[in-house]
Structure formats: structure tokens, C-alpha cells
């Protein structure tokens, strides 16, 4: 039996079924006469008195009832062909004709050997299609070999619907796909689908149902005919609103959040942007230690290298009570953890060995500073990708690691700040919001930003991200402070040498017991400080020679003045010519003053030093 259907497009499929001892084999066969590649979904229906058996069973003594339907989403590259075979016992002698539609065009390469499906049942829910691809193949009749376009044959295995018990041979077909990593059907997956990442985002659903994880998505691509959203709905996606048409990323991850705790959900996993594959073992393993939700890991991140990908620094002082736990959590995101210890009176390096972190240890009290710049030399030691830096505290939430990480790795910005202003839910004690408004906007200012629309909006969030390139450069800089100020160095190093800078929303707590070990105001008076003493010796001619223009002017007039007072018959006012006299003196010597000090800091020699 051969049957062929034209989508159009120069997309075909093509059903055929072969006899044998041991049932029949059906063969679907996609072909694509297109100049891009171009993702499809096929849709088999099974009669209902057939069974699909395992293609590796040689005793066809395990299987499933049909009376559903097989969905396969697959990519297909131009001028080839995707083979879908699996095996058939029973039913009618005429098997239902198999339909293909076309998703979307314009894949990228790395994705044509994206294939995922799932087991429609006439009624009840999806359940997971384990689809595993077994190599070239160049058997039977019908397959075209174009260019030199490869084709691949994928088996269908361990199928079966849903609320059926699988055999003892069919668990282990499933296991290759559906990794034992606790009851999954409790746990979502959620996603935002946007124009850029439509087809990496029907993936991700595609490979989550395999898994049974329940997927909710917020759609954010241009949808005006609702087709995406009925797409989405058909392979079991719960669509969910969003909240206003503007939201942020955090708000969106909020609205799926809540969806999933509102259908009785242990915890949802929350993908990036671009929807890569996810590292579902580690994610479910950093979805232990959370509150409820966590951001994906992708599976890149265990790529192997040579240098780890992502090491995270906890600067920390007297942090015995809560660096264990931020260890921990935070371990699940790192290849990683570096603990150090700031001159701790208490047992803050042993509890960070006991969680599993390596611990460098401060003979005396550096200072926050002092302790960043030990983790960028610790960092650039090891030649790590990125570095992240995190609170001993327990402030920050080390799920929000791998949304800092990858937006730098896809924005390529050198510094992410995870931001308490950019969509989060942080509650901001008043006292300490008007003085982070303050030193905000002084930062800005400082940096020559005037206009709103380019500040950094939480220039003081020790929660960042930190690029190999910008690793390097801050390990080599001897100018970063060593008190609280260096959060602020460490933006006026990257405006100096130009390495761009981005934010992303996250959540601080400051309900967490000992949250600082230094008050708002001494912290404050410090960072003002820091901030007039750099803008002072970077910006010389602006801070100081412009008040001593103005004093040389102040004093030119007083002594016009006192000279025309004179010229009348008024006679010499001696106080008037006095302040003149100071005035002229002052200002010509702050004009010297600023002139020298920008002399100096253009030297070569003081550049080094800065550097």
C-alpha cells in the first residue's frame, strides 16, 4: 500500500505499509522541494482495533492499543527526505490516509534534526511520543537523495496512552527519552513565544510533552488569527494571557508561574528567550532547592570545555548562618562555587566547604571591594565564560542565574545587572529607595548620561554578570575600591573601556535576617564620597576648572566694580577690593589646579596606574 499527499509548497508525504511475520511496518515519508528548510507536523490516525508495538520487540508480545492519533513535528532540509516508521498488529486491511502541514519556514541548520511527537488518544490527554533517530537509511523505494542532502530514518517507540501501564521492554524504550527524575507530571515547563523563537518555542512544548511535563506559554508573536495559539493547544499547551500588552519578561514568568500553581503544580521551569534545549536533569535539580519556580538550564552549559562555563563568587563576611544555603542553591547554575571568605570572625569558611564551595580566605577585612576583586583574579585564573556574582546573604535568588547568563551570552553585553527596577516585585524599604534614587541618579550624571532614557537604573545591585572579556579586564584594574564604592567603580571601568553593560529583572529580599553588615547611612555618605572623589579626579576640567572659571570671573567683576566705584569720586572701598583681589587669586589658581590634574591623568604613566 502506497499512498502520497501534496501540501503544497513542494511539500509531499507519503504512507506506505510493508507486510511481515510480525505485523506491518508503516512508513511516512516527508519530502521537501524547497529552497529552506521548513518544519512540519504529521498527523497518523491508528484504528482503533490496532496496536503499535515497539519496532525492537522481535516477540510483538507488548503493545498498545490505537485509536489515536501520532503527531510528529520534524524539520526537513531542502531537497531531502524525513522518514517516520513504526509497527502495526491488527486492524483494517485500509489504513487511514497520514496529513502533513507546513509550521513555518526558514529554520536555522543546527535544528534539522529537531524531531518530537506525542500520543493523541481518541480521548483523555497527550502523552509522551519517544521518537529516537537511528541514522541514514536507504532502504525501500520512494526516498529521494538530492545534493548531498542526508536522509534520516526515526523510529517510533514506547507509545502508548495515556493511563496505561507500559511493559517492561517499553519503560526501557521510554527511559532513553524520559530521564527518571521524579514525578514529572507535576512539574511545568513554561515558555514566552515571540516572533524570533516561534519554532524553538514549539519545541521546547513538543519535548516537554515527551517528558509529561504539563507547558503553559504567553503568546507575545504576532497571533491576529489566533492560529499560533490553536497550534499550541493542539500538542497540549495551556496558552495563558498576558497580564497587559507592554509586561516584562518578569511578569510574563509571574503570569506563567501562577497558571501552573493554579492547576495544583509542584514548581514550573521557566525557558530564556530563545528557547534552547534544556538540561532538564539539572533544571529539575535547581527546581529542588526553590521556592516554586526556576529558569531552565540549558544543555549547552554542560557542554564539555576546557575552562568552566559559569563559576559564581559569593563575597562574604560573617555569613556563617546563610552562605551554606546560597551555596547550595547556587551550586545547581555553576561549574563553580567560590566562597571568599572577608576576614570572617565566624565559621563562614567552614560552612561554605560543608556546602560544597571552594573557599578563599581574607587574613583581614578587605572590604566588599576587596573581595570582588579577588573573584574576578579568581575568575580570570580559571578562564571562565562568565562569573556571577551573588550575596552571601540569601537577598538574591540564584535561580535567576542562568536569565543573567544568557542574556549575556545572547544580548553579548559584557555586565548584567539583575535589576530590582526592570519588572520585578521588589519592595524597597523607603529610607533606602530614596537614597538608591539618589546615588542612582549622581551615577548617571557622573558618567555622563543625561538623558533618563540611557541610565542604569540600579547602578548598585550586587547581583551581576560578568563576561570573559570583562572578567579580564576587571582582574587587571588596580583602580576598583575596596569598600562599598566598588560597585560604582566597576561601571565607571566599563564606561572607560567600553564594555557594554544590560539589565534584567530580578527580586531582592531584605526581610532576610543581617542583610548588611554596614548601616544605609555610613553606606550612603560612602558611596556619595566615592562617587564626587572619581568625578572629581576623572573629569577634572568639568568639577574643578569650571568653579575656578566662575571665581576668576566672580573676582574680574568685583574689581571692575571697585574700579568704576573709584573713577567716580567714590574712593576705594577696601573690603570690595579685597574679595576682587582673593576672588581673581582663587579662581586662577583652581583653573591651574584642574589643568594640571587633567595634564596628569592623560600621562601614560597614571593610565597604567588606573589600569
Known amino acids: 500500500m502506497k499512498e502520497k499527499q501534496a501540501l503544497g509548497?513542494?511539500?509531499?508525504v507519503l504512507k506506505s505499509v510493508e507486510s511481515a511475520e510480525r505485523g506491518r511496518t508503516v512508513t511516512l515519508t516527508v519530502e521537501a522541494d524547497t529552497d529552506e528548510p521548513v518544519s512540519v507536523r504529521v498527523v497518523d490516525t491508528v484504528p482503533s482495533d490496532a496496536t503499535v508495538v515497539d519496532p525492537t520487540d522481535e516477540t510483538v508480545s507488548?503493545?498498545?492499543?490505537?485509536?489515536?492519533?501520532?503527531?510528529?513535528?520534524?524539520?526537513?532540509?531542502?531537497?531531502?527526505a524525513e522518514r517516520l516508521r513504526y509497527r502495526l498488529t491488527g486492524g483494517p486491511a485500509d489504513l487511514p490516509t497520514a496529513t502533513v502541514e507546513r509550521l513555518a519556514?526558514?529554520?536555522s541548520a543546527g535544528d534539522l534534526t529537531e524531531t518530537v511527537g506525542q500520543w493523541l488518544p481518541a480521548d483523555g490527554p497527550a502523552s509522551p511520543l519517544a521518537v529516537e533517530a537511528v541514522g541514514p537509511d536507504s532502504e525501500g523505494g520512494g526516498d529521494r537523495h538530492d545534493g548531498d542532502a542526508s536522509q534520516v530514518r526515526v523510529r517510533l517507540v514506547g507509545v502508548r496512552p495515556s493511563g496505561t501501564v507500559p511493559s517492561a521492554a517499553t519503560q526501557s524504550s521510554v527511559s532513553t527519552a524520559r530521564p527518571d527524575s521524579g514525578d514529572l507530571s507535576d512539574v511545568a515547563v513554561g515558555f514566552v513565544v515571540t516572533r524570533p523563537n516561534q519554532d524553538a518555542a514549539l519545541r521546547t512544548a513538543m519535548r516537554a510533552g515527551q517528558r509529561g511535563h504539563p507547558t503553559f506559554a504567553v503568546v507575545r508573536a504576532p497571533d491576529p488569527d489566533g492560529d499560533l495559539a490553536a497550534t499550541l493547544e493542539a500538542v497540549g499547551v495551556t496558552v495563558v494571557e498576558a497580564p497587559?500588552?507592554?509586561a516584562s519578561r518578569a511578569e510574563l514568568n509571574r503570569s506563567l508561574s501562577t497558571a501552573a500553581r493554579e492547576r495544583g503544580l509542584a514548581g514550573i521551569v521557566l525557558q530564556t528567550g530563545d528557547c534552547p534545549r534544556i538540561d532538564y536533569d539539572r533544571s529539575?535539580?535547581?527546581l529542588d532547592s526553590a521556592d516554586y519556580d526556576v529558569v531552565a538550564i540549558p544543555e549547552t552549559w554542560s557542554d564539555e570545555t576546557d575552562a568552566p562555563l559559569v563559576v559564581v563568587a559569593v563575597p562574604a563576611y560573617n555569613a556563617a548562618g546563610s552562605v551554606g544555603a546560597v551555596v547550595e542553591r547556587?551550586?545547581?547554575?555553576?561549574?563553580?562555587?567560590?566562597?571568599?571568605?572577608d576576614g570572617s570572625a565566624d565559621e563562614t569558611a567552614v560552612r561554605a566547604r560543608e556546602a560544597g564551595a571552594t573557599v578563599v580566605v581574607h587574613d583581614r577585612n578587605r572590604g566588599y571591594g576587596g573581595a570582588l576583586k579577588t573573584a574576578f583574579r579568581e575568575a580570570a585564573s580559571?578562564?571562565?565564560h562568565y562569573l556571577v556574582v551573588i550575596d552571601a546573604d540569601g537577598q538574591h535568588d540564584p535561580a535567576d542565574i542562568p536569565t543573567l547568563v544568557e542574556t549575556s551570552r545572547n544580548e553579548r553585553a559584557d555586565i548584567v545587572i539583575g535589576s530590582r527596577y526592570v519588572g520585578g516585585e521588589t519592595r524597597i524599604p523607603f529610607v533606602r529607595s530614596v537614597g538608591l534614587a539618589v546615588i542612582n541618579n549622581l551615577t548617571n550624571v557622573s558618567l555622563g548620561k543625561l538623558r533618563p532614557s540611557g541610565w542604569i537604573r540600579?547602578?548598585?545591585?550586587?547581583y551581576r554578570s560578568y563576561s570573559r572579556r570583562a572578567i579580564r579586564s576587571l582582574a587587571a584594574d588596580r583602580a576598583i575600591g575596596d569598600n562599598m564604592g566598588a560597585s560604582t567603580d566597576i561601571l565607571y571601568h566599563a564606561h572607560r573601556n567600553r564594555l557594554s553593560v544590560a539589565e534584567v529583572g530580578t527580586t531582592i529580599s531584605y526581610d532576610v535576617p543581617e542583610s548588611s553588615t554596614q548601616g544605609s547611612l555610613s553606606h550612603g555618605i560612602d558611596l556619595v564620597r566615592n562617587i564626587l572623589w572619581t568625578v572629581e579626579y576623572g573629569r577634572p576640567l568639568l568639577v574643578v576648572g569650571l568653579p575656578g572659571v566662575l571665581l576668576t570671573l566672580v573676582g574680574v567683576a568685583a574689581g571692575v566694580t571697585a574700579l568704576v566705584r573709584y573713577d567716580g569720586g567714590g574712593g576705594i572701598a577696601p573690603v570690595q577690593v579685597a574679595i576682587a583681589a582673593l576672588a581673581l587669586i582663587g579662581g586662577v589658581l583652581v583653573c591651574v589646579a584642574a589643568l594640571v590634574m587633567h595634564i596628569l591623568n592623560a600621562h601614560p604613566a597614571v593610565k597604567n596606574l588606573q589600569q
Open 9 to 12: 509548497d513542494g511539500i509531499d
Open 330 to 341: 547556587a551550586g545547581a547554575f555553576a561549574d563553580e562555587v567560590v566562597v571568599i571568605d
Open 458 to 462: 540600579d547602578t548598585q545591585s550586587g
Open 244 to 246: 497587559t500588552a507592554e
Open 382 to 384: 580559571r578562564d571562565a
Open 284 to 286: 529539575l535539580a535547581a
Open 62 to 80: 507488548n503493545g498498545v492499543t490505537g485509536g489515536g492519533e501520532l503527531v510528529v513535528e520534524t524539520t526537513v532540509a531542502p531537497g531531502t
Open 105 to 107: 519556514g526558514g529554520s
